[in-house]
């Protein structure tokens, strides 16, 4: 059980907007402004998307973006593109020893 | 231009010990924080270890006991040794760089390990 719960799967249209979710608790998401999100395709390596919360790093387009409430962050995808379809995983600093804990993923995609 | 390069997967039986190695350029790994990550057949992403720049060092409780990581500066490379391994260890296994153990902002490309009789 991973600790971090993200959604199984998301769907959306073309153009459309899909949020994915990622919930912890006070000990990792809700205590440190260090959520990242990775998008991962198929036979690929995992990509930052975000850092920090919201964050994007260079070269990631604007169309991504993160935001947190709470124990809860989110990663939002506007105009959605045929290639942003893919595993999306988020990541927080935790209190705990074991740093940088990982979402289960959500399958994101794109009808 | 980062880059990082893992080698060193394979198939190895149940019990078996594997080194995977990740040679790193465009920066210096020992003064990075750097993680290796391990995705399962079809499952999601699982943190492995860390070593810190100041030579500390963490593990997943899973592999803890089992797994060293650790780092040859004149090298600038990152290894995992594997002992012990079980059929659960087998994964794609990924370094990554892992600053100020916020995030994971480059990765490798991926080395299989399989533990198969």
């Known amino acids: 059980q991973s600790a971090l719960t993200q959604p199984a799967s998301v769907s959306g249209s073309p153009g459309q907007s899909i949020t994915i979710s990622c919930t912890g608790t006070s000990s990792d998401v809700g205590g440190y402004n260090y959520v990242s999100w990775y998008q991962q395709h198929p036979g690929k390596a995992p990509k930052l998307m975000i850092y920090?919360?919201?964050n994007r790093p260079s070269g990631v387009s604007n169309r991504f973006s993160g935001s947190k409430s709470g124990n809860t962050a989110s990663l939002t995808i506007s105009g959605l593109q045929a290639e942003d379809e893919a595993d999306y995983y988020c990541?927080?600093?935790?209190?705990?020893?074991?740093?940088?804990?990982f979402g289960g993923g959500t399958k994101l995609t794109v009808l | 231009e980062v880059q990082l390069v893992e080698s060193g997967g394979g198939l190895i039986q149940p019990g078996g010990s594997l080194r995977l190695s990740c040679a790193a350029s465009g920066f210096t790994v020992s003064s990075n924080y750097m993680s290796w990550v391990r995705q399962a057949p079809g499952k999601g992403l699982e943190w492995v270890s860390v070593?810190?720049?100041?030579?500390?060092?963490y593990y997943a409780d899973s592999v803890k006991g089992r797994f060293t990581i650790s780092r040859d500066n004149s090298k600038n490379t990152l290894y995992l040794q594997m002992n012990s391994l079980r059929a659960e260890d087998t994964a794609v296994y990924y370094c990554a760089r892992f600053p100020g153990a916020s995030y994971y902002d480059y990765w490798g490309q991926g080395t299989l390990v399989t533990v198969s009789s």
């Open positions: 990541s927080s600093y935790t209190s705990s020893s074991t740093p940088g804990v």
């Open positions: 920090d919360v919201s």
């Open positions: 070593i810190y720049s100041g030579g500390s060092t």
